[in-house]
């Protein structure tokens, strides 16, 4: 490793520093220093306070509110922004406010001797940190702080603690204006995918229909060049005060998700043609919006819905109103289209999928994507699925659900898994390389592969040729797939078990598993079939049988993913009934491997 790399390694790793752990760091270093100035300069008097002089001036100059108290919590020193923020005078600082300072731990709120006296004094502990908390003084407002206490031992009675505080209103301010369109002041894409979570978890108590309607001005981007940015951006302003002021009335959500894209939600609809009704509603007002000298203009849409449960699940609701969006515009200006499952359907044979699968394979046309699995308790990233993509030169990303039993009525899939496991070696050895964190990678196996013969002579020859840690590389084989032949492959399950790799169950529930056989099978893990998620909090049988699975599976010494993840809830509920680890587009969907890395990072 040369010097830049190494510069560049030590900058990465400063950056990533949370500020106010770097700050602590800081401090700590200048007390130190303080300390040696003193030991070293016994004989001068003036050292030990140019020292602390220094250190004031150090600590006036800092992003944080500094307060320094003695061993009986008096205020020896206060910089500026802690005089500031506690809304302290001059004649303050040496006074005892510790008792109308308090912070709030968990749900109690503690003045400052008492969060000393509880988490430092008599402790061999020299800090104390507590992040995204809250401060109050005096029973005022509350604000929100992170908080870092740092007890000296080698100081005298008089600078035993610094409490180094961090404001957090501007950082939550940010933050909100994050969640806000900067033109429209609307809900923007970001919070639209927050509330998803929580609006597709409580589908189950909606009695009539889900409506996503995706709403774009045509040609915005020809009308803003003759406009120009100032006219064009009031249009769209215009267009938001009325989707705005109409969702009252209607009581539906409006989210400003692009430059030119409106999302209307319209939840608990009994007949969809009334969002219908409504979308052309907003179209004939749109004509009306603008007016120049004396021509009026008159502007048109396009709209694009989809309709849960009839479009499909939820997970696939936003995108099937943008397929629609898409499908309108081809029609012309004004269009509305609905979205309906039989429009999504792959319009190429199996033939000439199978004729191009050969070629697709030696133009690299396959992409490995990996999609993180979870710690159900500290929701750290443990593992990794690959899951295999193609994106064909002329027709884009064709779905695996099209060409992956193609694959297996061929037998092609022999060749693909190959080449799926080369990848994930590569992959692994990539990881080692630049010191990313090493995680194993899960790769779903055929039977046909297995059956083979050949299968572990292979898995064991690129193991040894890539010198990886064969407990990197878990094999994920299908529960119904496994019963059906299990005297030809389990000899090779065992191999494989007794290489080091480990053997995942998938999608276990729903195939037809005799316990004799879950006994001799060598599983590691299994995973539990995202079906059970759908209606896994309100459906009690559900609950019982993943409880059943989980206590069954720990009973014989494997661990247990869960599939489907999709909001908070359920991670919750899940983790309560002793689940290992999580899976599913809560957290993240799929990643080509660069945004995975970057995930990982």
Request: glycine residues 4%; charged residues 25%.
């Amino acid at each position: 490793m040369n010097i830049d790399e190494l510069k560049t390694i030590i900058i990465e790793t400063l950056m990533n520093l949370d500020p106010i752990f770097l700050v602590s760091i800081i401090i700590v270093l200048l007390v130190s220093f303080y300390l040696f100035n003193k030991r070293l300069n016994k004989k001068l008097p003036d050292a030990a306070d140019q020292s602390r002089k220094l250190l004031k001036k150090v600590f006036d100059t800092t992003d944080e509110s500094v307060l320094v108290l003695s061993s009986n919590y008096q205020v020896v020193y206060a910089n500026d922004l802690i005089i500031k923020l506690l809304g302290l005078k001059p004649d303050d600082t040496y006074k005892k406010i510790y008792q109308s300072i308090k912070v709030r731990i968990k749900k109690k709120w503690m003045t400052l001797d008492e969060l000393i006296e509880s988490e430092l004094k008599g402790s061999k502990n020299n800090s104390y940190e507590q992040t995204k908390t809250q401060l109050c003084v005096e029973d005022k407002d509350t604000l929100p702080i992170n908080i870092h206490i740092i007890q000296n031992f080698q100081m005298d009675n008089k600078w035993k603690y610094i409490v180094s505080i961090q404001d957090l209103r501007y950082e939550e301010e940010q933050k909100a204006l994050e969640y806000l369109h900067h033109v429209t002041k609307l809900p923007n894409q970001t919070q639209a995918l927050e509330d998803f979570n929580l609006l597709f978890a409580k589908t189950h108590l909606i009695n009539g229909k889900l409506v996503f309607a995706v709403l774009e001005i045509d040609n915005f981007f020809k009308l803003r060049s003759i406009l120009g940015y100032e006219q064009s951006t009031k249009i769209m302003v215009k267009l938001a005060n009325y989707l705005t002021s109409a969702s009252d009335k209607l009581a539906y959500k409006v989210y400003h998700m692009f430059p030119n894209s409106f999302l209307i939600v319209m939840t608990d609809v009994a007949d969809p043609q009334i969002a219908l009704n409504f979308v052309q509603e907003v179209q004939a007002e749109l004509k009306k919006f603008y007016k120049m000298q004396d021509i009026r203009m008159h502007l048109t849409a396009s709209v694009g819905i989809s309709i849960y449960p009839d479009s499909g699940n939820t997970r696939n609701l936003l995108d099937n109103a943008y397929k629609a969006l898409s499908e309108a515009q081809s029609h012309g200006h004004g269009q509305v289209h609905i979205f309906m499952p039989k429009k999504a359907r792959f319009v190429f044979d199996e033939l000439t999928l199978y004729n191009e699968m050969h070629l697709a394979l030696e133009n690299n046309e396959f992409e490995l994507y990996y999609q993180p699995i979870m710690n159900a308790n500290t929701q750290e990233i443990v593992s990794a699925e690959a899951l295999i993509r193609w994106i064909h030169p002329v027709h884009g990303l064709i779905p695996p659900d099209a060409f992956i039993p193609i694959m297996e009525k061929t037998g092609f899939i022999i060749e693909v898994g190959k080449y799926i496991l080369n990848e994930v070696l590569k992959q692994q050895k990539r990881w080692e390389m630049f010191r990313f964190k090493q995680i194993p990678v899960s790769i779903n196996v055929s039977m046909i592969e297995v059956e083979t013969g050949n299968f572990f002579n292979h898995v064991e020859k690129k193991l040894a040729e890539t010198h990886v840690d064969p407990e990197l590389i878990t094999f994920e084989v299908t529960e119904g797939k496994a019963m059906e032949s299990e005297k030809s492959t389990l000899n090779e399950f065992h191999k494989l078990h007794k290489l080091g790799v480990k053997i995942s169950l998938d999608d276990f529930g729903t195939g037809y598993t005799s316990f004799s056989y879950i006994k001799k099978f060598p599983a590691d893990v299994l995973k539990i079939d995202r079906s059970f998620m759908e209606h896994i909090l309100v459906k009690k049988e559900d609950q019982r049988i993943v409880q059943g699975i989980i206590e069954l599976a720990h009973n014989l010494e494997m661990k247990v993913v869960v599939e489907g993840i999709e909001n908070l809830q359920v991670v919750e509920l899940m983790a309560s009934y002793g689940c290992d680890y999580l899976q599913g587009y809560y957290f993240s969907k799929p990643l080509p491997s660069f945004e995975f890395q970057k995930f990982l990072r």
